[in-house]
């Protein structure tokens, strides 16, 4: 079944404890990306990747970072969360201008 | 700069009216334009997209390339459609980059 999966689903930790928010994707895409969601404010891009070792900031990349060593994989990065970093997070992949396809997001809580 | 305008935080109808979500787009070539909809606490799910002119649920939405406007209709609303509904471009210029509106959620009254 074609599919994006993050791990962990839900998560609580404490300020400025490192954290990582995995994503996979078994399609071969090469576009893969992070977005946050936050009441009122709607989706905003965090980073992306056109393709392996290619990485930009997207418009909200400040405490995150990310990394793409293999195609199918696209981790988000967390080096010292603090708690605006509380969220909704998503992860998608495509391939060159086909639709997004969403995992089922993962819920931070920065205490 | 690319950029997708969604004006309407919030919409309500009444279940059986019409319903139009707008879509306003900035984008200098031809675009690729979608619509996203997200039922509560789940994952956002393409719901159409403008190459495709087809009608999903329903809902239809026309690419206005003089009015940089690709909006959602829908002539009789139902209560299932209530959900978070985002407006996204695919830009060719800038390796196909996605770009989303802020959202609108959409509540039928029944």
């Known amino acids: 079944e074609a599919q994006v999966t993050q791990n962990p689903r839900y998560l609580i930790t404490v300020t400025g404890k490192k954290l990582t928010v995995t994503c996979s994707q078994n399609?071969?895409?090469?576009?893969m990306s992070w977005y946050r969601q936050d009441p009122g404010l709607g989706l905003r891009q965090i980073y992306y990747?056109?393709?392996?070792?290619?990485?930009d900031k997207g418009d909200v990349p400040e405490g995150y970072k990310v990394s793409r060593k293999e195609k199918r994989n696209f981790p988000l990065i967390l080096e010292s969360p603090s708690p605006n970093q509380t969220s909704l997070y998503f992860c998608?992949?495509?391939?060159?201008?086909?639709?997004?396809?969403f995992g089922d997001g993962t819920r931070l809580s920065i205490l | 700069a690319q950029r997708v305008t969604q004006p309407e935080k919030l919409l309500s109808v009444f279940k059986g009216a019409p319903v139009e979500l707008k879509c306003n787009y900035s984008?200098?070539?031809?675009?690729?334009l979608f619509w996203y909809v997200q039922y509560s606490r789940q994952r956002l799910q393409l719901l159409l997209r403008?190459?495709s002119r087809e009608s999903i649920k329903g809902f239809t939405a026309d690419l206005n390339k003089g009015e940089t406007s690709f909006h959602l209709k829908k002539p009789f609303a139902q209560e299932e459609d209530s959900a978070m509904y985002y407006c996204?471009?695919?830009?060719?210029?800038?390796?196909?980059?996605?770009?989303f509106g802020t959202g609108t959620s959409l509540t039928v009254i029944p």
């Open positions: 399609m071969n895409h090469e576009y």
């Open positions: 996204a471009l695919s830009a060719a210029n800038t390796g196909n980059q996605f770009y």
């Open positions: 990747s056109m393709n392996v070792e290619v990485t």
């Open positions: 998608a992949s495509s391939q060159a201008g086909q639709p997004q396809h």
């Open positions: 403008h190459i």
């Open positions: 984008y200098s070539g031809s675009p690729e």
